[in-house]
């Protein structure tokens, strides 16, 4: 008898454990594993990084795509972001010069700037040809940080070109090639980039330019989009907290296909597509459209840029 009070004293106990076990699994549940409200404001709520809300007004509902092209499949079409702002500038806007660079002829709001975009590979430069022959402005490489060790090496000939350039009378800006795997060394470089900029006469951007790497294994071959954008992001502002005015530099394959556009809308773009026309829906600012370019003073091929904007007026 006495056992059998023993067994029915631990099955109550057990019961009474189970049900207490539960009341706190619920508890706990509301309490830490609620939803977030996107537009939440209140302090608790506020959120670390960047974050894009995935709603089905994230995209276009009124049809417009965006055409492509693929290896495998042919033409291929993506749905335009709806707050993303489009380009304006069609191919019928465009003619050339007297020097044969690209011009601007489409609306009065809209004047045109011609430009290079030059580091060490160029060499030594003579610069007063180089702004005699037409050329109005010259974006410099500041460094770069290698594929493989991720270390930060500044151009030999930076000093030597930003030099002649503001001699010359050119307008300048830089760039500085990018291979970051987290926001910290976007900054890092962001830094680097502005120490070597420090009493110098920045007229035009400082620019943001992470590249793929496709020849080679590199260490940002599984950088995640997400982590891409918060790189963007991180140089960017660091950039604009300095004084500067950031841009960003992509081609047009990585840009629509590995950039969160919506993130980076608010900053300047400047897209690479060499062909007749940029096959790049959204807006950009300039366009770098060949990589075969003749300017006197330079030997060998440079880089030509069509710039929409003049930032030497802002």
Same mark, same amino acid.
């Given at each position: 008898? #006495?056992? #059998?009070?023993?067994? #029915?004293?631990?099955?109550?106990?057990?019961?009474?454990?189970?049900?207490?076990?539960?009341?706190?699994?619920?508890?706990?549940?509301?309490?830490?594993?609620?939803?977030?409200?996107?537009?939440?404001?209140?302090?608790?709520?506020?959120?670390?990084?960047?974050?894009?809300?995935k709603e089905q007004t994230f995209y276009q509902t009124d049809g417009k795509k965006i055409l492509m092209h693929s290896d495998t499949l042919g033409e291929i079409f993506i749905p335009?972001?709806?707050?993303?702002?489009?380009?304006?500038?069609?191919?019928?806007?465009?003619?050339?010069?007297?020097?044969?660079?690209?011009?601007?002829?489409?609306?009065?709001?809209?004047?045109?700037?011609?430009?290079?975009?030059?580091?060490?590979?160029?060499?030594?430069?003579?610069?007063?040809?180089?702004?005699? +022959?037409?050329?109005?402005?010259?974006?410099?490489?500041?460094?770069?940080?290698?594929?493989?060790?991720?270390?930060?090496?500044?151009?030999?000939?930076?000093?030597?070109?930003?030099?002649?350039?503001?001699?010359?009378?050119?307008?300048?800006?830089?760039?500085?090639?990018?291979?970051?795997?987290?926001?910290?060394?976007?900054?890092?470089?962001?830094?680097?980039?502005?120490?070597?900029?420090?009493?110098?006469?920045?007229?035009?951007?400082?620019?943001?330019?992470?590249?793929?790497?496709?020849?080679? #294994?590199?260490?940002?071959? +599984?950088?995640?989009?997400?982590?891409?954008?918060?790189?963007?992001?991180?140089?960017?502002?660091?950039?604009?907290?300095?004084?500067?005015?950031?841009?960003?530099?992509?081609?047009?394959?990585?840009?629509?296909?590995?950039?969160?556009?919506?993130?980076?809308?608010?900053?300047?773009?400047?897209?690479?597509?060499?062909?007749?026309?940029? +096959?790049?829906?959204?807006?950009?600012?300039?366009?770098?459209?060949?990589?075969?370019?003749?300017?006197?003073?330079?030997?060998g091929p440079v880089d030509l840029n069509i710039l929409f904007k003049d930032y030497s007026k802002e």
């Amino acid at each position: 008898m #006495k056992k #059998k009070n023993i067994l #029915k004293a631990m099955v109550f106990l057990e019961l009474f454990a189970i049900i207490i076990l539960a009341v706190v699994a619920v508890v706990f549940a509301a309490k830490y594993s609620r939803t977030i409200p996107a537009n939440s404001s209140t302090a608790d709520d506020i959120r670390i990084r960047p974050y894009i809300e995935k709603e089905q007004t994230f995209y276009q509902t009124d049809g417009k795509k965006i055409l492509m092209h693929s290896d495998t499949l042919g033409e291929i079409f993506i749905p335009a972001f709806a707050d993303v702002p489009a380009s304006t500038i069609t191919q019928s806007d465009l003619t050339e010069d007297e020097h044969g660079f690209l011009q601007y002829c489409g609306s009065e709001d809209i004047s045109s700037k011609i430009g290079i975009d030059i580091s060490e590979h160029q060499g030594s430069i003579d610069w007063e040809l180089v702004k005699a +022959s037409g050329i109005d402005f010259v974006i410099i490489r500041a460094g770069y940080r290698t594929y493989g060790g991720g270390i930060i090496t500044m151009d030999n000939n930076f000093s030597a070109n930003i030099n002649g350039a503001e001699a010359a009378g050119l307008d300048v800006g830089v760039y500085f090639y990018s291979q970051a795997i987290t926001p910290d060394e976007a900054i890092e470089e962001a830094d680097a980039v502005l120490n070597a900029i420090a009493g110098k006469n920045i007229t035009y951007p400082v620019i943001f330019d992470w590249e793929i790497i496709s020849y080679d #294994k590199a260490r940002t071959d +599984s950088v995640t989009v997400e982590t891409l954008a918060d790189c963007c992001v991180s140089f960017c502002e660091r950039v604009k907290s300095a004084g500067y005015t950031p841009m960003i530099y992509q081609n047009s394959s990585t840009a629509i296909n590995k950039l969160d556009l919506p993130r980076i809308k608010d900053y300047d773009f400047w897209v690479a597509d060499y062909s007749s026309f940029p +096959s790049f829906y959204y807006k950009y600012d300039m366009w770098q459209y060949t990589a075969d370019g003749e300017v006197a003073g330079i030997e060998g091929p440079v880089d030509l840029n069509i710039l929409f904007k003049d930032y030497s007026k802002e």
